[in-house]
Structure formats: C-alpha cells, structure tokens
C-alpha cells in the first residue's frame, strides 16, 4: 500500500538555524515527490516536486529536497529558517505514469523562535 | 490564471443538515480533486474527476456523499444529514491533464472550504 511517514509531529527551531524535515514513503511504483506547506486555516501551496532527474531539487521560498531511493526518503531543508516560515509542511507521494490522487504524510508542524 | 477557488470559505451547520461546497478549478485544468482534512491530519482523497466524469471514490465517501462536475468545470461536494464526524476542512485542487513544462500529476490546491458541525 502506498504511504507517506513524516516521524516528527513538530519541530522547533530558532530564527536563522537549518531545518530538515522529514519524509518517507513507500510506493510500488516510479514515486512523483511533493512537499507542500499549510499555513494556518490556509489551503495547500506547492514547494517543491521531483520525479526525475537530479536528486536535489529546488524551490521556492529558500527550501531543498533531496530524493534518496535507497532509503526511500525525500527531506526537506533549509539553511536559515525566518519567522515566516512557521507553518505545517506535508510530504506527498503520487504516481509518475499519471493523475492520480496523491497520498500526504500526516505532517509537521514547525515552530520559529527569536 | 486566477489559481482554484472555492467557495464558501468557512460553513456552519446543525447536524443533520445538508451543505453543499463549490469549487473552480484553474480553467484548462481537465482533473479535479476533492479531499478533506481532519485537525492535526494530511489531507485524504476522496474522489477525482476527469473532465465530467468521475473516475474514482474513496471509501471515506460515504452515501451521504456525492459530488458532481456537470459540464466539466467547476464541481460540487454535496453533503446530506451531516454528523459531526464530518467537521473538517475539505479541499480541492485541479491539474493539467498532459504534461505541461514537464511536469505531470502536479496538483493545485484551493484555500478548502472549512466545516463545522454542531
């Protein structure tokens, strides 16, 4: 069955320090990667995706990810974390070969302090 | 492109009741998607279209459930005698249905429309 893991409900970070959210996710077939980020009461805005490729991706907003298939993992980084920042992040899984509705990780929460 | 509506933003109802919420996709989007998000959850499917026709149904849509896109635009979520199990933010998004610089399956999604029951 296809899942998504992000281990870390929340996770607080002072102003300026590096982040790394975790993801992992299983997934029978070729995995189209997605981070997501909730602010709250808000709908879903993308960060960042990947399906092939370089493993490193880019996005917006300063954030990274980085696809290891041999450990079945997607994090999230950034080097400095800015208040703005606090928010919910969600890792999505979803078939490369087509649309298909996409299975969210239960997601984590990031706290920025001063 | 003005991105996924939907509409309203927040509803109040009494339990037993029904609600119906709308949403626009982006407009040469042919795929839409409904989901619903409990406190403290990611959101989960519920069910997707293709142009107007409904491809598939999660098992979380119960038979007081059903949703609509009658002309291929903007859909429908209609929800009767809700329970308070039903409180939650229900969300939609829409995706092109080729590939389109390069990347395909990549979801758009509405500010979701919040619920709650009494």
């Known amino acids: 069955a296809q899942s998504v893991t992000q281990p870390d409900i929340h996770i607080t970070v002072s102003e300026g320090a590096s982040l790394e959210l975790r993801c992992n996710y299983s997934?029978?077939?070729?995995?189209?990667l997605f981070w997501y980020v909730q602010s709250p009461g808000q709908g879903l805005q993308l960060l960042l995706k990947?399906?092939?490729?370089?493993?490193l991706v880019q996005g917006i907003k300063g954030f990274e990810a980085e696809f290891k298939r041999s450990q079945s993992s997607f994090n999230l980084r950034k080097p400095s974390v800015h208040w703005s920042d606090a928010a919910e992040y969600f890792c999505?899984?979803?078939?490369?070969?087509?649309?298909?509705?996409?299975?969210f990780g239960k997601g984590t929460r990031l706290s920025v302090i001063a | 492109d003005t991105g996924v509506s939907q509409d309203p933003r927040h509803k109040i109802t009494k339990r037993g009741q029904n609600v119906t919420f709308r949403c626009d996709p982006i407009s040469e989007h042919n795929r839409l998607y409904w989901y619903r998000q409990t406190l403290g959850q990611g959101p989960e499917f519920l069910t997707y279209?293709?142009?107007?026709?409904?491809?598939?149904k999660s098992r979380l849509l119960s038979d007081r459930f059903s949703a609509e896109r009658p002309k291929g635009s903007f859909s429908t979520l209609e929800i009767q005698r809700t329970e308070q199990g039903d409180s939650a933010m229900y969300l939609c998004?829409?995706?092109?249905?080729?590939?389109?610089?390069?990347?395909?399956?990549?979801?758009?999604f509405g500010p979701g429309t919040r619920l709650t029951v009494l």
């Open positions: 990947y399906f092939s490729g370089d493993t």
């Open positions: 999505a899984v979803g078939a490369y070969s087509g649309n298909t509705p996409l299975v």
């Open positions: 279209f293709q142009n107007e026709a409904q491809l598939e």
């Open positions: 997934y029978g077939a070729t995995p189209y």
């Open positions: 998004a829409s995706s092109p249905s080729r590939m389109t610089g390069g990347f395909n399956n990549e979801q758009f």
